[in-house]
């Protein structure tokens, strides 16, 4: 006696369809959290370290070299002009330095050059010390009305020296400026970069449709309502993930406004500039009338161009502002995981019931 075959049981084609619809789904699921997440935090990250670090730094290069051209002329006026001269070259000069060295340490603490920006900071300190050395000398020399010559020898020295820190406060801003053009331009931030999150929701939002066509058509129901909801986080993740299209715009926006304020502050250090130099000049032709021709012509500095000038103040409100909004991730970077695994559960719950219909059936 022979045994009888055992013939394996056919499984439903319509079951086997189903699971891989499912699995279809619940890995472009995975696949569109990671590329979504990736790139918003991304974005974000560029975006946190330009308004932390790069933004400040910038501004604080630019407020330094205002609060140093404005001390040397608060120094000019009360030494070579004869102003008072009471605990030092006057309260003005002081107090500006005082604010020159406070926005040194802002800078220092939000340098985004590295290693070569820090050197260049310790730098400028050593010079400052330096210079403000030689204003103590020209103010203790024109307390004496037979050094004055020599004091106005120190302020042309300081003069020359502050020249020197200003242009290295220059050179530093430029290191600080492409330290943020690398964040505002770069893999993230690039726009063509949305086709590598949004094809993946794209997709996922079609196959969510085509699979919600084919379950009407196959169990002769009008709609899936988890598999809707699906969708509708679907979308939900789309909007979410398009923030860092807006935060990289932003970006660009508060680089641009950079580029606005410098004309203005340009203008203002070279107006202050001028008239430092003006009264240094006044000094020096006090001092020796005959033959300081060319002292004078190397003191002395052009006019600049006439200008409105421009509101400096809420025109770095407004970079600040920028890179500061384009860094507010919003939670989304914790909203994605949870929509993200809200579509793996609305998938699972809907296919559910159509999987438990179809068990072991062959057809």
């Not at 051209?69 to 120094?75: E, G, I, S």
């Not at 939002?205 to 066509?213: E, N």
Request: charged content about 20%.
């Amino acid at each position: 006696m022979t045994a009888a075959a055992h013939t394996p049981p056919l499984v439903s084609t319509t079951r086997q369809t189903l699971v891989r619809l499912r699995g279809w789904l619940l890995g472009v699921t995975a696949v569109t959290l990671a590329t979504s997440l990736a790139i918003f935090l991304g974005v974000a990250g560029n975006a946190d370290v330009a308004a932390d670090r790069s933004v400040p730094a910038i501004l604080a290069s630019y407020d330094a070299q205002d609060a140093l051209r404005n001390a040397h002329l608060a120094a000019v006026r009360n030494l070579a002009e004869g102003g008072e001269v009471l605990g030092g070259p006057g309260v003005d000069y002081q107090r500006q330095i005082a604010g020159a060295g406070q926005y040194l340490t802002l800078l220092a603490e939000n340098n985004a050059a590295g290693d070569e920006g820090t050197q260049a900071i310790q730098t400028i300190e050593a010079l400052l010390v330096t210079y403000t050395g030689l204003i103590g000398q020209a103010d203790a020399r024109y307390r004496d009305a037979g050094l004055r010559a020599l004091g106005v020898a120190a302020l042309r020295d300081a003069a020359s020296l502050l020249d020197d820190i200003l242009d290295r406060l220059e050179r530093l801003r430029g290191k600080q400026l492409r330290a943020l053009d690398n964040q505002v331009n770069n893999f993230w931030t690039n726009k063509l970069t949305a086709a590598f999150w949004l094809l993946p929701l794209v997709g996922l939002g079609v196959l969510l449709v085509r699979t919600q066509t084919y379950l009407s058509r196959r169990f002769r129901r009008t709609v899936n309502v988890p598999l809707l909801l699906a969708t509708a986080a679907t979308v939900g993740m789309v909007a979410l993930t398009s923030l860092s299209l807006g935060a990289a715009s932003q970006l660009d926006r508060a680089r641009e406004g950079v580029e606005v304020v410098h004309g203005s502050r340009q203008w203002q250090l070279e107006d202050v500039r001028f008239r430092a130099a003006d009264g240094l000049v006044g000094a020096v032709r006090e001092q020796c009338r005959t033959a300081c021709a060319d002292t004078i012509a190397d003191i002395g500095a052009p006019s600049p161009s006439a200008r409105q000038r421009g509101t400096v103040i809420s025109a770095d409100a407004a970079i600040t502002a920028d890179a500061v909004d384009a860094a507010d991730s919003r939670s989304v970077e914790l909203a994605l995981p949870l929509l993200a695994l809200g579509i793996a559960v609305l998938v699972l719950a809907g296919f559910r019931p159509r999987l438990a219909e179809y068990g072991e059936r062959s057809t």
